[in-house]
């Protein structure tokens, strides 16, 4: 286990997070006792990574029957649809948040409850095993990828896949970190991650925990190193993926796959099922998340562009599914064709 935690439940009937905003320099754990709380920690990036959003989503519905135990069970199922759509609101394009609310949601509407109490305990149950198959998941992710890890590897990583990004260990990163568990001797590049430097600020503190070496790039630093040929790999998570392999991921990943192809080098993306979007054929049909102009003009409280700069600040962007060698996942390693693959790790669902 990391010594810092991400996202947790009180026994008090609240959800505790890091606050990855003030990261690197404040470890603060904020709490949350309401799911406008938590969507709200969830928009302001508080809390971030596609597994993680989805925990803390399932998490912010845990809330609703905690504070709701005078209503009738027909009252607090609505009021967790209610919190469900406002959930479902606060970032678009990460499918885990939506993914997590829809599989409590199914649950409640199959049952049916004498008691406020019966909704409490089932919801919170289901909360907390989404979270518990998030380390789960990640572990079986990260052991399946080894075999794409060669000893001695030179990995560029991009944003932030780790475990702040999830309940624990991550994606990408937790691939890189069993790798480095397991006694390979390997070397990351973090790409800083403009603008909200996921890289420089969070990858960086957990590889420093890890022992992992590595060092900060700039993001448009990668094409050089890639190019001067002392690259192995590049491996990152993903937001969305849709059914034909097409990935939405931290803007600057297209880039990063597009410079890998052109050098040969592979370009692998770590992801549990539970982000492959199924019901969306292909990448164009993703919605891409506009971030703040204030993510561009400033770094931190320091303005950097003239005032009045116009901003475009797209959070994500696309990878066609053409750039990517392969997938990891929870069930194994995914090669192209990527619509027929993909379609056959949920053949037994
Ligand atoms: O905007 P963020 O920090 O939530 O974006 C995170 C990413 O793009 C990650 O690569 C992705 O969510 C996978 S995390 C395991």
């Given amino acids: 286990m990391s010594d810092f935690f991400t996202i947790r439940w ?20 904020n709490t949350y006792q309401t799911p406008e709380g938590v969507s709200g920690a969830i928009r302001d990036m508080v809390i971030r990574g596609a597994p993680a959003i989805g925990v803390a989503a399932a998490y912010g519905l845990a809330l609703v029957p905690c504070r709701s135990e005078s209503d009738t069970p027909e009252e607090i199922i609505r009021k967790l ?26 649950l409640v509407h199959r049952r049916s409850f004498s008691s406020p109490i019966e909704i409490r305990d089932l919801v919170l149950e289901e909360a907390n095993r989404i979270a518990e198959e998030d380390v789960a998941v990640n572990l079986a992710l990260g052991k399946f990828g080894q075999e794409l890890i060669p000893d001695r590897a030179v990995i560029i990583h991009h944003c932030n896949t780790g475990s702040l990004a999830a309940v624990d260990y991550g994606t990408a990163l937790g691939v890189i970190r069993l790798a480095h568990e397991g006694g390979k001797d390997i070397f990351v590049y973090v790409d800083e991650t403009r603008p909200r430097l996921q890289g420089g600020r969070l990858t960086a503190w957990e590889l420093l925990q890890y022992g992992i070496p590595f060092q900060v790039i700039a993001d448009s630093a990668s094409g050089h190193f890639m190019q001067s040929g002392g690259v192995d790999l590049c491996i990152v998570g993903a937001d969305r993926v849709a059914a034909n392999g097409d990935v939405a991921n931290k803007i600057g990943t297209y880039n990063l796959a597009v410079v890998a192809h052109e050098n040969e ?10 982000t492959i979007d199924r019901s969306i054929p292909s990448g164009e049909l993703i919605v891409i998340e506009e971030r703040p102009p204030e993510e561009i003009t400033h770094v931190g409280d320091w303005q950097i562009t003239p ?3 116009p901003v475009g600040n797209p959070a994500f962007d696309i990878t066609p599914a053409r ?22 790790l949920f053949q037994e669902d």
């Fill in 307 to 309: 005032e009045n700069t």
């Fill in 265 to 274: 080098v592979p370009f692998y993306v770590a992801v549990p099922k539970s």
């Fill in 10 to 29: 009180l026994v008090e009937g609240a959800v505790s997070m890091i606050d990855q905003r003030l990261l690197p320099h404040q470890v603060v754990y």
């Fill in 81 to 106: 649809e209610d919190a469900a759509d406002m959930l479902r609101r606060s970032r678009p394009t990460a499918v885990n948040l939506v993914w997590a609310l829809e599989r409590i949601l199914d």
């Fill in 323 to 344: 750039y990517i060698t392969a997938f990891i996942t929870e069930a194994g390693i995914i090669k192209p064709p990527y619509s027929e693959h993909l379609a056959k």
